[in-house]
């Protein structure tokens, strides 16, 4: 029997220097935490953090068929995307469940960017290509050449512009949410998304990994920021009920029971597992859906446990933790589509 060794990010030497506490996660050696999740949860709330996603993947599509390609295997309408733009989406099956959430990124006028999850990078790329056949498209794995940081909260930006130039912070500037601009980072092409996993203003910096930890560094030297565990990635992400995939949401969850109809562009034309969604958004087809909801008693309610409506099993937590900002704690939930009501 053989082990699957750790994979570690570029940074990972930088963590052990700051004195992370590091875990498995899905197989990376990540920093759940330097201070404490709730010190660090507060900090990004307040002022800004700054943290290491760079077990997040990337793969490009592009080609004369790109376009043609993704609309088919994506439940978004990657026609509505100009230069520049993202989009929230998903990679469905063909009975609606999901392979994946991800965002897309036009960065070309015939080439696209999609950040998938870290645990899914291979099955992603497995599943976009089984589905290329005969569209004129190249799809590349660049999950390895390039790291990622998220810098959010409300002095995302003054930090983010600390390190970059004139021109690049007017750019910073002017992004508005989910959209992508290049910038130079150490003199090396990278990329800046307004967009974030916090419910906080953020941006997410793609850049080579040869310049990680200069990065990393530069940001917290010449910012009020600091380092950010994934700890308190998760707690701000379920305050701002943003779904995590392997918890919400997988191949037995549809973008409708899982509260993303809004993502799922119908008019567009024909996806993989259109039908199904379109069944389940009418009422014709049997639908759950996802709920938020925080405790009333003390205790935190955690992925798997049965939720009841009196002595009736109506569904299951999918996430569940404390929420500081609210002072309590709380969740996701996956139920019957009729059960549970708002208050």
Not at 249 to 263: F, K
Request: glycine share 10%; aromatic share 8%.
């Amino acid at each position: 029997m053989t082990t699957t060794e750790i994979k570690k990010t570029p940074l990972h030497a930088l963590h052990k220097q700051l004195k992370a506490k590091m875990v498995n996660f899905g197989g990376w050696d990540m920093p759940v935490q330097y201070e404490s999740v709730l010190t660090e949860h507060k900090y990004v709330r307040e002022h800004c953090g700054i943290f290491d996603v760079s077990h997040m993947g990337e793969i490009i599509v592009e080609g004369a068929d790109a376009l043609a390609y993704l609309q088919g295997i994506t439940v978004n309408d990657v026609a509505r995307l100009e230069l520049g733009h993202g989009q929230y989406s998903c990679l469905p099956t063909e009975d609606a469940g999901f392979i994946d959430d991800l965002i897309i990124y036009r960065v070309g006028d015939k080439r696209y960017l999609l950040c998938v999850n870290a645990s899914n990078i291979e099955k992603d790329f497995d599943w976009l290509t089984k589905h290329q056949k005969d569209h004129k498209v190249t799809i590349t794995n660049e999950s390895s050449m390039w790291s990622q940081l998220a810098v959010q909260g409300p002095e995302s930006e003054e930090a983010l512009k600390a390190i970059l130039s004139a021109d690049d912070q007017k750019r910073v500037a002017e992004l508005p949410y989910t959209n992508i601009t290049e910038a130079s980072f150490q003199g090396k092409k990278g990329f800046v998304a307004r967009t974030g996993y916090t419910g906080e203003k953020g941006y997410e910096i793609y850049i080579p990994n040869s310049i990680a930890s200069s990065v990393f560094s530069q940001l917290l030297e010449k910012s009020n920021a600091k380092p950010i565990g994934l700890g308190a990635r998760d707690t701000l992400r379920l305050e701002a009920c943003y779904l995590l995939y392997g918890n919400d949401m997988d191949e037995t969850v549809s973008p409708i029971e899982a509260g993303i109809a809004w993502a799922v562009r119908f008019e567009k034309g024909d996806f993989l597992g259109k039908a199904k969604m379109e069944a389940q958004k009418a009422g014709t087809a049997p639908a759950r859906k996802m709920v938020a909801f925080k405790l009333t008693d003390e205790g935190i309610a955690r992925h798997g446990m049965d939720v009841y409506v009196g002595d009736r099993k109506v569904g299951v937590v999918t996430s569940g933790s404390v929420l500081p900002t609210v002072e309590g704690a709380g969740g996701m939930a996956l139920i019957e589509k009729d059960a549970g009501a708002i208050g």
